[in-house]
């Protein structure tokens, strides 16, 4: 079923796809930490206001995932930033998620030793967000 | 980003500060399937981070985004040396010898290579 983008019903199947993923279970073991994901507002894209989605993750699994305002996004221990067109091509495979840290595409905030040693594992979660069906706002 | 993370592997780890303070290199590093490169110049204690290949490099490391990160978590043994025979260094390795890894000036400046490795591993 097509969910609307950085919606609760997005997040919840996001939640899903993350731990259904074994690729994601074994690369993310370890890993004890909160990511945020800050999608920037784009008024012409018909996305006004940016949005935060707050992960809970521990040792493989997702515990929790939420959007929300961004200020909740950028608490956590591990923030990337980027406009939504931006992560509209993470999730259209258009843009790999290393490649964009590299390139700066995407800002990261956080510890990089640690965001490097958990590459396998960033890659494979933005694979996740590619398995949703999801309805854009730019797209209506 | 590869300046953040240096400077937050020197500053987290003092076998790493040693490395940096003692390099005296201009390092290369070409990803290959962005088309994009920087220049870090170390200068006895210095980082200075250039946008491109910057002449007179003492080694250029020509690789694929994915690779890059794999050499940032290659493992370093107890005599310094990056391990090669788990799975990264196994797989760093045979990009090596496939040619998807190329790095210039590679015989000469082992010992330089090595050092990089070093305060890049996050291992």
């Not at chain 1, 019903?9 to 004890?32: C, I, L, P, R």
């Not at chain 1, 091509?89 to 595409?105: A, H, N, P, S």
């Not at chain 2, 391990?83 to 040619?99: E, F, N, Q, S, T």
């Not at chain 2, 010992?111 to 490795?117: D, K, M």
């Amino acid at each position: 079923m097509t969910v609307k983008v950085y919606s609760e019903e997005w997040a919840e199947q996001f939640k899903d796809e993350v731990n259904k993923s074994n690729t994601y279970k074994a690369a993310a073991k370890g890993w004890k930490w909160t990511v945020g994901l800050v999608v920037e507002a784009e008024p012409d894209k018909n996305f006004p206001e940016s949005r935060g989605v707050v992960m809970d993750l521990f040792d493989g699994a997702a515990r929790d995932i939420t959007v929300g305002p961004a200020s909740d996004a950028q608490k956590c221990d591990f923030v990337i930033t980027a406009p939504y067109s931006r992560w509209k091509q993470v999730v259209m495979k258009e843009l790999d998620v290393t490649k964009g840290m590299l390139q700066g595409k995407l800002k990261l905030k956080g510890d990089l030793p640690t965001i490097v040693r958990y590459t396998k594992a960033a890659q494979e979660m933005t694979e996740c967000t590619t398995r949703i069906p999801v309805e854009w706002p730019d797209e209506n | 980003m590869l300046g953040g993370l240096i400077e937050a592997n020197v500053r987290a780890n003092v076998h790493k500060r040693q490395d940096f303070d003692a390099l005296v290199a201009r390092v290369g590093i070409w990803v290959t399937d962005i088309d994009e490169g920087v220049t870090l110049v170390f200068d006895d204690g210095r980082l200075t981070v250039y946008n491109g290949l910057e002449p007179r490099r003492t080694i250029t490391i020509h690789a694929e985004a994915e690779t890059v990160m794999s050499l940032s978590n290659l493992k370093i043994g107890p005599l310094g040396l990056p391990v090669y025979y788990d799975d990264v260094g196994r797989g760093v390795a045979l990009k090596l010898l496939r040619g998807r890894l190329k790095i210039d000036g590679l015989l000469p400046n082992i010992g330089t290579l090595n050092r990089v490795t070093r305060i890049f591993s996050v291992q």
